[in-house]
């Protein structure tokens, strides 16, 4: 009953900008970290950027200081805005998050299916 959506993907120019999007649905009563991470043809999946419900971010080197993660709580969205884009970005993103849902007495992890990003000229 509960799915995490990405959207925003695309193709966009180096040094260009985009904004992915992640909503969760269902039947939610919260959600704690909400983070997302990126594969790349070849390469192991890696987090990109987790924040947490309070707001608490952290970013992997190799995007700090060009993507923000935010999140809109009463949307139960998490978006990830990319600056300054490089070739070596392009990967698969994907959204991930710890919730608790209606049902449940725990929290459980959730991941979207991916949302291609290639940034090429």
């Known amino acids: 009953q509960v799915q995490l959506v990405e959207s925003g993907g695309g193709l966009v120019q180096p040094g260009g900008s985009l904004r992915l999007s992640c909503a969760a649905s269902g039947s939610i009563v919260s959600i704690n970290t909400m983070s997302w991470y990126r594969q790349a043809p070849g390469k192991k999946r890696e987090l990109v950027a987790i924040?947490?419900?309070?707001?608490?971010?952290n970013y992997a080197d190799s995007v700090k200081g060009r993507f923000t993660i935010s999140r809109d709580n009463a949307k139960n969205t998490v978006y990830l805005q990319m600056n300054s884009v490089k070739p070596e970005d392009t990967a698969v993103y994907y959204c991930?998050?710890?919730?608790?849902?209606?049902?449940?007495?725990?929290?459980?992890?959730?991941w979207g299916q991916g949302t291609q990003v290639t940034v090429s000229s």
């Open positions: 924040i947490s419900i309070g707001g608490t971010t």
């Open positions: 991930n998050a710890d919730l608790l849902a209606i049902a449940t007495v725990k929290w459980v992890n959730y």
